[in-house]
């Protein structure tokens, strides 16, 4: 044999093995590793954070000795617990909140018999103790909610004394308690926390103010203090959130206007953004576009009309773009790169919406409708960064088809002569029916759950899993992903290993609940998180942390030798191939 012979032979014994090993099912689940004590029957781990670096996991447990619970740090490598927050108090209920920015202390809500408490406790384990930062009794009001801003910690306080005010305050994660400042002084309407700028921006009254924590005690008005101004009727801010968007009415409590203005201020730098509105209309929804080089904003008319208009962030005068014919619209969602805005509108068919595509400068005359005449929009997703829709349709229930069912087509948003292609269909004659949202899409694929259409060769279950390509020819088939599991009922999905696999939760009967990971090509059996089952039931909230392959989820027994919820980590298995995604071979037309 000839030395390119030898070559060409061992190339092709090394294609088949490749092959082999893409095609055979991936790799047996690894055994989990339990990070908790086992717990006895009522007790055990029922919330976990982690370290940035997904090396360090904070749980909050219950040891079935008193009702309050402490939080533990373990190495995800396993080893002994060790309790961060101090001996709890006999009776308590307690709740996780997060890390700081830099990840030194856990945060955590205490609620005690009579009063409430925000606690802090270090997490390197250098002390078995915690830090009250707050302590609120049940006779002023409770801790409503909590915020991070880098280091620095908001709580909202509701007040019983007066229903419907509340008060906000800050603190240094690190305490003490003595350096709280108050940020308000009438009660706070509105607020959200500035992570980026260590700060908050908030409504008092009538008016829309800013903070930072390198000035805590100095807060920044925002808005206009133009003659006639009437109070701050709501805000967004942009992605970045070094600008804010508000709304706010002059002289006539109809005639409001969008005005944008820096985080920090001044009031003096605010802009009013908005050109002529439709007589009649007010401003009933607005926004940044992702990429911040436009707002979207709509008006309402007195008979539930609705324009849509754009207008550039960098104008220096107030202007709008018209983006629709009719008044007409309903959802309105924008492409990342923030060159296009897609709607629903009736403006063809009373009875049925259609999904257009407009630029986000107009005209409205070039709005392109995306879907046909055969069928109603209900539903939308944006994919693959802007360059695919996905529709969810009713079939011909507008038309008052009983056979109808809802199905999802993908279809491009930037080649016009694209037509909508089917993405649920198992073959011409089994169609999907859509059940429980839209779907997402995990890697390059979209996964959604349905049901098999009933009456056709094979009836589904209630609630099964599938994934389908985004690219490739007109029709992809649709692969089911709980292939083993003929009586799935799929409740929850999420991605792990950048799409590659998709983590799924099934519930079998009710109140059990089994984890398993799956491919997220399909193609191969689905695999338990943990293999001992269907003997013990898996948590119905698996997390993949920041790694995107580590699995943390908790187990209890099953009634034959009961236990509390124990705290396991699994791994995703490495995939050779993601598997034939090219020319027609998976699809059917």
Same mark, same amino acid.
């Given at each position: 044999?000839?030395?390119?012979?030898?070559?060409?032979?061992?190339?092709?014994?090394?294609?088949?093995?490749?092959?082999?090993?893409?095609?055979?099912?991936?790799?047996?689940?690894? $055994?989990?590793?339990?990070?908790?004590?086992?717990?006895?029957?009522?007790?055990?781990?029922?919330?976990?954070?982690?370290?940035?670096?997904?090396?360090?996991?904070?749980?909050?447990?219950?040891?079935?000795?008193? +009702?309050?619970?402490?939080?533990?740090?373990?190495?995800?490598?396993?080893?002994?617990?060790?309790?961060?927050?101090?001996?709890?108090?006999?009776?308590?209920?307690?709740?996780?909140?997060?890390?700081?920015?830099?990840?030194?202390?856990?945060?955590?809500?205490? $609620?005690?018999?009579?009063?409430?408490?925000?606690?802090?406790?270090?997490?390197?384990?250098?002390?078995?103790?915690?830090?009250?930062?707050?302590?609120?009794?049940?006779?002023?009001?409770?801790?409503? +909610?909590?915020?991070?801003?880098?280091? =620095?910690?908001?709580?909202?306080?509701?007040?019983?004394?007066?229903?419907?005010?509340?008060?906000?305050?800050?603190?240094?994660?690190?305490?003490?308690?003595?350096?709280?400042?108050?940020?308000?002084?009438?009660?706070?309407?509105?607020?959200?926390?500035?992570?980026?700028?260590?700060?908050?921006?908030?409504?008092?009254?009538?008016?829309?103010?800013?903070?930072?924590?390198?000035?805590?005690?100095?807060?920044?008005?925002?808005?206009?203090?133009?003659?006639?101004?009437?109070?701050?009727?709501?805000?967004?801010?942009?992605?970045?959130?070094?600008?804010?968007?508000?709304?706010?009415?002059?002289? $006539?409590?109809?005639?409001?206007?969008?005005?944008?203005?820096?985080?920090?201020?001044?009031?003096?730098?605010?802009?009013?953004?908005?050109?002529?509105?439709?007589?009649?209309?007010?401003?009933?929804?607005?926004?940044?576009?992702?990429?911040?080089?436009?707002?979207?904003?709509?008006?309402?008319?007195?008979?539930?009309?609705?324009?849509?208009?754009?207008?550039?962030?960098?104008?220096?005068?107030?202007?709008?773009?018209?983006?629709?014919?009719?008044?007409?619209?309903?959802?309105?969602?924008?492409?990342?790169?923030?060159?296009?805005?897609?709607?629903?509108?009736? #403006?063809?068919?009373?009875?049925?919406?259609?999904?257009?595509?407009?630029?986000?400068?107009?005209?409205?005359?070039?709005?392109? #409708?995306?879907?046909?005449?055969?069928?109603?929009?209900?539903?939308?997703?944006?994919?693959?960064?802007?360059?695919?829709?996905?529709?969810?349709?009713?079939?011909?229930?507008?038309?008052?088809?009983?056979?109808?069912?809802?199905?999802?087509? #993908?279809?491009?948003?930037?080649?016009?002569?694209?037509?909508?292609?089917?993405?649920?269909?198992?073959?011409?004659?089994?169609?999907?029916?859509?059940?429980?949202?839209?779907?997402? =899409?995990?890697? +390059? #694929?979209?996964?959604?759950?349905?049901?098999?259409?009933?009456?056709?060769?094979?009836?589904?279950?209630?609630?099964?899993?599938?994934?389908?390509?985004?690219?490739?020819?007109?029709?992809?088939?649709?692969?089911?992903?709980?292939?083993?599991?003929?009586?799935?009922?799929?409740?929850?999905? =999420?991605?792990?290993?950048?799409?590659?696999?998709?983590?799924?939760?099934?519930?079998?009967?009710?109140? =059990?609940?089994?984890?398993?990971?799956?491919?997220?090509?399909?193609?191969?059996?689905?695999?338990?998180?943990?293999?001992?089952?269907?003997?013990?039931?898996?948590?119905?909230?698996?997390?993949?942390?920041?790694?995107?392959?580590?699995?943390?989820?908790?187990?209890?027994?099953?009634?034959?030798?009961?236990?509390?919820?124990?705290?396991?980590?699994?791994?995703?298995?490495?995939?050779?191939?993601?598997?034939?995604?090219?020319?027609?071979?998976?699809?059917?037309?």
């Amino acid at each position: 044999m000839s030395r390119i012979s030898i070559v060409v032979f061992l190339w092709t014994l090394t294609r088949s093995c490749l092959l082999f090993i893409a095609l055979s099912p991936a790799a047996a689940t690894a $055994q989990p590793l339990q990070l908790s004590p086992t717990y006895p029957q009522g007790s055990g781990v029922w919330s976990t954070v982690w370290s940035a670096d997904s090396q360090w996991v904070y749980y909050l447990a219950t040891d079935g000795v008193v +009702d309050c619970g402490s939080v533990y740090r373990v190495h995800r490598s396993g080893g002994d617990s060790v309790r961060l927050s101090g001996p709890p108090p006999p009776t308590c209920s307690l709740d996780i909140i997060g890390l700081t920015a830099n990840g030194d202390r856990v945060i955590l809500l205490r $609620q005690l018999s009579s009063s409430w408490e925000l606690v802090t406790a270090r997490t390197d384990g250098s002390g078995d103790d915690s830090t009250v930062l707050a302590s609120i009794p049940d006779s002023v009001g409770e801790i409503y +909610d909590v915020s991070l801003s880098g280091q =620095q910690l908001i709580y909202q306080v509701l007040l019983d004394s007066l229903p419907n005010f509340s008060e906000l305050y800050w603190v240094p994660a690190q305490g003490p308690a003595s350096a709280t400042t108050r940020l308000d002084s009438a009660g706070t309407d509105y607020w959200r926390p500035l992570d980026q700028h260590s700060g908050i921006i908030y409504t008092d009254g009538p008016h829309l103010y800013s903070q930072m924590a390198a000035a805590p005690s100095a807060p920044t008005r925002l808005d206009s203090s133009l003659p006639g101004a009437a109070p701050v009727g709501g805000f967004k801010v942009e992605d970045s959130q070094d600008r804010v968007l508000y709304r706010a009415a002059q002289e $006539q409590v109809v005639n409001q206007n969008l005005f944008m203005v820096p985080t920090v201020g001044p009031a003096s730098a605010s802009r009013k953004m908005n050109g002529e509105l439709l007589a009649d209309h007010s401003i009933c929804f607005w926004d940044f576009v992702p990429s911040g080089s436009h707002i979207v904003f709509s008006t309402c008319g007195p008979s539930f009309e609705r324009a849509l208009f754009s207008a550039r962030t960098d104008a220096q005068t107030p202007d709008n773009v018209r983006l629709d014919q009719a008044a007409a619209v309903k959802v309105v969602r924008y492409a990342p790169g923030g060159d296009a805005v897609f709607f629903l509108s009736n #403006r063809e068919n009373t009875l049925r919406n259609d999904l257009y595509r407009v630029p986000i400068e107009g005209p409205a005359s070039a709005a392109r #409708r995306l879907n046909n005449d055969a069928v109603a929009v209900t539903d939308f997703a944006i994919a693959d960064n802007g360059s695919t829709i996905v529709m969810r349709t009713d079939g011909g229930e507008w038309q008052q088809d009983p056979s109808a069912i809802d199905e999802l087509y #993908r279809v491009s948003a930037v080649d016009e002569a694209a037509v909508p292609a089917l993405l649920s269909g198992l073959a011409p004659d089994q169609r999907i029916e859509v059940t429980g949202g839209m779907g997402t =899409q995990i890697g +390059d #694929r979209w996964v959604y759950t349905g049901q098999i259409n009933p009456g056709t060769a094979k009836p589904g279950p209630p609630q099964e899993l599938f994934s389908v390509a985004l690219t490739g020819p007109r029709n992809r088939t649709a692969r089911r992903l709980n292939t083993n599991l003929e009586q799935a009922q799929v409740t929850s999905y =999420q991605s792990a290993d950048e799409g590659r696999w998709t983590v799924f939760t099934d519930q079998p009967i009710v109140g =059990q609940f089994r984890t398993f990971m799956v491919p997220t090509h399909g193609n191969t059996d689905a695999l338990p998180v943990f293999p001992l089952l269907p003997a013990w039931f898996d948590s119905r909230s698996p997390r993949i942390m920041s790694d995107d392959t580590t699995i943390l989820f908790t187990i209890r027994a099953d009634e034959i030798s009961p236990t509390g919820r124990t705290l396991y980590r699994n791994v995703i298995p490495p995939i050779f191939s993601d598997g034939f995604e090219t020319g027609s071979v998976n699809a059917w037309n």
